[in-house]
T-cell receptor, first 111, second 118 residues
């Protein structure tokens, strides 16, 4: 599994766009990039997954450059409820292999 | 996506005792995974539980301390044995979400069991 590096913490004001970048220099050809969100006192929740270019869903956008050595999770117009820890994971999820979590990025949204 | 019911949500236990945590999934899954999350830390995999076989433990975790049962494809238990204050953590189970809209599986997690050992 590719090692990932992301900022330990970030602060943002409500209404701003937040971009969290994850570095994964050793990503393999068949690896996907997946982001999870964990609120206090809850288990992690899948938010977005991508392989290359851009993926967007109702929660976030994921930008992946051509070399795939990094990725950026973009949260549009954050609110207080987006305060959470965000984990970037890289690998070939198959349903038979467990997720391996790095330290994640603790996002604090301030009013 | 699969839905997981995890119990208990929290407990305070005396040192030297044991606690069994249960995870019930609303669909059949081959693999279930157990994690520990110490205060302020990330998740650490304890073991992989495959129905019909012995659980596979990660380095630093042993069956005598964390016995796991997997009697069928929808249920698993993790027991934290002979507890000490160092075992105070959140324990979570996880399964593949089986969402076939995704190119690969996302994973679903239980809400966790917050264990405090005094």
């Amino acid at each position: 599994l590719a090692k990932t590096t992301q900022p330990i913490s970030m602060d943002s004001y409500e209404g701003q766009e937040v971009n969290i970048t994850c570095s994964h220099n050793n990503i393999a050809t068949n690896d996907y990039i997946t982001w999870y969100q964990q609120f206090p006192s809850q288990g992690p929740r899948f938010i977005i997954q991508g392989y290359k270019t851009k993926v967007t869903n109702e929660v976030a956008s994921l930008f992946i450059p051509a070399d795939r050595k990094s990725s950026t999770l973009s949260l549009p117009r954050v609110s207080l409820s987006d305060t959470a820890v965000y984990y970037c994971l890289v690998g070939r999820d198959s349903g038979n292999t467990p997720l391996v979590f790095g330290k994640g990025t603790r996002l604090s949204v301030i009013a | 996506s699969a839905v997981i019911s995890q119990k208990p949500s929290r407990d305070i236990c005396q040192r030297g005792t044991s606690l069994t945590i249960q995870c019930q999934v609303d669909s059949q899954v081959t693999m279930m995974f157990w994690y520990r999350q110490q205060p302020g830390q990330s998740l650490t995999l304890i073991a992989t539980a495959n129905q019909g076989s012995e659980a596979t433990y990660e380095s630093g975790f042993v069956i005598d301390k964390f016995p796991i049962s997997r009697p069928n494809l929808t249920f698993s238990t993790l027991t934290v044995s002979n507890m000490s204050p160092e075992d105070s953590s959140i324990y979570l189970c996880s399964v593949p979400s089986l969402d076939r809209r995704l190119p690969l599986y996302g994973y679903t997690f239980g809400s966790g069991t917050r264990l405090t050992v005094v």
